[in-house]
């Protein structure tokens, strides 16, 4: 997905659907460092992906945030 894409479909999201979206990219990730821990899968690039998706998503709900303040 290019990521205007993501971004659109992101901020078309509720807070509680990205509360749930950060909630599954965090299990992502921690589920991906263990398994590049016992060398299971080269996932650095899926990595990547999963922390920008994540970065993205925290920041949206820190706008959202901000403006309702």
Same mark, same amino acid.
């Given at each position: 997905?290019?990521?205007? %894409?993501? !971004?659109? *479909? =992101? @901020? ?11 909630? #599954?990219?965090? %299990?992502? !990730?921690? *589920? =991906? @460092? ?11 690039? #899926? ?6 998706? =994540? ?15």
């Amino acid at each position: 997905m290019k990521r205007r %894409e993501e !971004l659109d *479909r =992101l @901020r078309e999201m509720t807070d509680d659907q990205l509360r749930e979206e950060a909630v #599954r990219l965090k %299990e992502s !990730l921690f *589920r =991906l @460092r263990f398994k590049l821990s016992l060398g299971e899968i080269d996932a650095v690039k #899926r990595i990547r992906q999963e922390k920008k998706a =994540l970065a993205r998503v925290l920041t949206i709900l820190k706008e959202r945030q901000k403006r309702a303040a």
